[in-house]
């Protein structure tokens, strides 16, 4: 078996020779030694440096001696310019990367707030997130009692907490009361309205302006569960959010 | 029943309104009160024999089955005849008046007192009827109405001719009460997919879709003139009162407000429109305005009001319900807002519907509301002046949303005592209890006011 084992080995090593052999064949002239590397040149620059939000800025750069230029993650040209608006002061990354290495560099766009009141600048979400997807995972729904609308402790702590965060991205919102099967189509209908109600109120005493908040009332015609058992007609009573655009 | 009887019916039936004979004044609390809708002193014994065909065109047949059903249909749920059931009428089938043996209709065992009979053909593509109403208790001058119809031979026709000739026979009858054969019932179906309003005869027959809304609508209410349906509509951002033109076959323009409007009702000259709104403090609360929308104004103060509905003989009153304390419960205002009463004050109290002649409220009520049980949801009559309260219903299910028939004798409503979502007719003192839908699930039936 070894005897076996140590001739197939002595086979492959023979082909392979062979291999790298006829595959140096091929080449007509021996080339010269690559020179060594230039070095990478990287800059990058905003015009003007300064805007207000709405407006935009022109971003220029130049690279020398780079194979792979990118702004901000992007893959671009190693030499160009970019239009950007960006809506807060942001800093911009060129990296620059080639056989002599790697250089960076950086522009700083400035933005100043608008006149109109604009939301307190926040940590930017990671760039993976969305706003629905942060509103949906922190604005929840709040249930209520049957028949009626006053809101239970825990619903007035998401709210408050949803008050800070609507008013801080300057989100408008969209409540929608609801109510369960039972009892008649046109009093749900003004249950409903209670219940979006007062989640409006509470979100009006965090902070958030009247004028961001709309209200509607699906009645029993919108349930998000249909059988009927408490667990189901609980769950459909409730005040749910919805961000508008 | 061998009893001699006169032959004179009209005044025996000078009656109509329904008058509430209440066996002590507490004993609503226990409910043994019972409504009686006076019918005089003894309802007459109608017999009513097929009518005779007439031709051999091969469509007579049919229609005449047709007209037949209806006919009788109409009259038993009148509720002011003891029809006298077909198994005693003699093997002579009466289709013209000489044909009519008048005493053996009158003694027993038919034992009638009036004979409803007739001839149906069909000739040139139009359907003939001939019908006559008999006293045969008199035979010196038995005949109380001839009638002749010709319409083109369709079963829609052979229907329409039935309720007719009833509504003849009923208002001679019935001493002068208003036929409600030709009346309609505007009710929501599901059974487009989606929430529509829909319409029907008072009989069931003849569904149709009305609205093509694709959102929901709810809550349709017909104009006193039949000419305008309004009901509360979805729009991408709040429900808003729409206006349905049945002249015109299409929803037509009507003022939209803030917030949410819904549950519209007409005042009985047409003239004004109450609904409610969250256009003011964003809850709901009763408005009146002109009928074509405009001048909207502000009557109640209270948190979710909704439902209201005008007293029809003098729309001087509104009735409608309110959260204000609790659980809904009726309430009654003058029409510009004062004097409010509280009328129920226990329950679950919802959908008052005021009789055309001003007397009572139909209205649907949890009237065992307990902490974790639901008693039965039932049709309830209430005296205004009096406040004494009778059962309508008894059967079991959620039943919802009456609305009184154009004679205030009917009222419709909605029940799932089937299994699902249905509606249903009663006479007011509960009986011809009759199911008039079966497709889909249908609800918030609205009868025409004539």
């Known amino acids: ?57 022109t971003l220029t750069w130049n690279t020398e001696g780079a194979t792979d230029v990118a702004l901000d993650g992007n893959k671009v040209d190693p030499s160009g310019s970019q239009t950007v608006s960006p809506t807060e002061t942001t800093t911009y990354h060129l990296t620059a990367k080639g056989a002599g290495g790697t250089q960076e560099a950086t522009a700083q766009v400035s933005v100043a707030p608008k006149p109109t009141p604009t939301p307190a600048p926040t940590p930017a979400p990671t760039p993976t997130i969305t706003d629905d997807q942060l509103f949906a995972q922190n604005i929840t729904d709040v249930f209520f009692d049957y028949d009626k609308a006053d809101l239970r402790p825990d619903g007035q702590q998401m709210l408050a907490r949803a008050a800070q965060m609507i008013k801080q991205k300057g989100w408008h919102v969209q409540i929608e009361g609801h109510a369960d099967e039972r009892g008649s189509t046109e ?21 958030v302006g009247a004028d961001a908040i709309k209200t509607i009332s699906y009645g029993k015609e919108k349930p998000q569960c249909t059988e009927s058992n408490e667990e189901c007609w609980q769950k459909n009573r409730r005040a749910h959010f919805t961000l508008l655009h | ?38 019918m005089g002193q003894e309802r007459p014994r109608l017999a009513v024999p097929d009518f005779k065909t007439s031709s051999g065109d091969p469509q007579t047949a049919p229609l005449n089955s047709v007209f037949n059903q209806t006919l009788w249909y109409d009259l038993d749920n009148a509720g002011i005849f003891e029809m006298v059931a077909k198994s005693f009428y003699p093997a002579q089938q009466p289709g013209q008046p000489p044909e009519l043996q008048g005493k053996v209709w009158g003694d027993p065992p038919p034992n009638a007192g009036v004979v409803a009979f007739g001839n149906l053909g069909v000739n040139s593509g139009k359907v003939d009827v001939q019908g006559w109403l008999y006293d045969v208790k008199n035979p010196g001058s038995p005949q109380i109405l001839g009638k002749q119809y ?14 007719r000739f009833a509504d003849e026979i009923i208002s001679r009858l019935g001493g002068g009460i208003q036929g409600i054969a030709e009346s309609q019932i505007y009710f929501v179906s599901t059974r487009s997919g989606s929430k529509e309003i829909w319409r029907m005869d008072y009989d069931g027959a003849n569904q149709k879709q009305v ?34 033109s049945t002249e015109l076959g299409r929803t037509v323009a009507f003022p939209r407000n803030g917030g949410d409007n819904f549950s519209p009702a007409w005042s009985s000259d047409g003239t004004k429109i109450a609904f409610s709104s969250s256009m003011h403090s ?8 002109d009928a074509s929308g405009a001048n909207p104004r502000r009557l109640s103060t209270g948190r979710g009001d909704v439902s209201p509905v005008f007293n029809p003989k003098t729309n001087g009153q509104i009735a409608w319900v309110s959260g204000r304390t609790g659980l809904p419960q009726i309430y009654v205002m003058d029409a510009d807002g004062s004097n409010v009463q509280k009328m129920t004050d226990q329950g679950y109290a919802v959908s008052p519907a005021w009789s055309p002649n001003g007397l009572l409220l139909a209205f649907s009520w949890v009237r065992n509301y307990g902490p974790g049980v639901l008693g039965g949801q039932d049709i309830y009559l209430m005296d205004i002046a009096s406040r004494q309260i009778v059962q309508l219903t008894h059967d079991g299910g959620r039943n919802d949303f009456p609305s009184w028939s154009p004679d205030g ?22 009986t011809k209890l009759q199911q008039l839908t079966r497709e889909g699930r249908n609800t918030q039936p609205n009868w025409s006011f004539k």
């Open chain 2, 1 to 38: 029943m061998h009893r001699q009887r006169k032959s004179t019916f009209a005044p025996a039936l000078a009656l109509v309104l329904i008058t509430l004979a209440w066996a002590a004044p507490r004993a609503a609390a226990q409910g043994t009160v019972k409504l009686e809708i006076n």
């Open chain 2, 282 to 289: 964003g809850l709901s609360e009763i408005f009146i305005a």
């Open chain 1, 187 to 207: 009093y749900n209908l003004a249950l409903g309205e209670r219940r979006a109600d007062a989640a409006r109120q509470a979100l009006i005493q965090g902070g």
């Open chain 2, 150 to 163: 010709k319409e083109d031979a369709t079963p829609d026709n052979a229907r329409m001719i039935a309720h």
């Open chain 2, 211 to 244: 609205t093509r809304l694709g959102s929901l609508a709810l809550s349709p209410r017909i104009s006193p003139d039949g000419s305008r349906l309004a009901y509360s509509g979805l729009t991408r951002e709040s429900w808003q009162i729409m206006m349905y």
């Open chain 1, 1 to 57: 078996m070894n005897y076996s084992k140590r001739h197939w080995s002595l086979v492959l090593g023979v082909l392979a020779v062979l291999l790298l052999v006829s595959g140096c064949k091929k080449k007509e002239k021996p080339q010269p030694p690559p020179p060594p590397p230039k070095p990478v040149t990287a800059t990058l620059s905003a015009n003007p440096t300064s805007i207000q939000a709405g407006q935009s800025a």
């Open chain 2, 409 to 430: 004798r009917h009222i419709v409503f909605q029940s799932n005592r089937s299994g699902t979502e249905q509606i249903w007719s009663v006479l007011a003192d509960g």
